[in-house]
C-alpha cells in the first residue's frame, strides 16, 4: 500500500509540473491523485498505531 501511495503521490507530481508548464491542463488529476496518495499514506500510518503493542504498553504504564 506504501508503494503504491508513493506512485500516486508521484503521479501528482508530475502533473503538476507539466500543468505548471502549461503544457497539459491536468490540475484536477494532480489534486486527485495528491489527495489519494496522502489518504493511503495517512491510512497506513494509523493502522501501524492500531497494531503497535510496544506503544499501548508504554501508554497504559508510563506515568504523565
Not at 503521479?11 to 489527495?35: D, H, K, M, N, R
Amino acid at each position: 500500500m506504501e508503494k503504491l501511495a508513493y506512485a500516486f503521490l508521484g503521479v501528482a507530481l508530475i502533473c503538476w509540473i507539466l500543468a505548471a508548464l502549461e503544457i497539459v491542463p491536468a490540475g484536477g488529476l494532480a489534486a486527485l491523485t495528491g489527495a489519494l496518495g496522502v489518504a493511503l499514506l495517512m491510512i497506513k500510518v494509523i493502522v501501524e498505531r492500531l497494531r503497535n503493542k510496544e506503544d499501548d504498553h508504554y501508554s497504559r504504564v508510563v506515568k504523565k
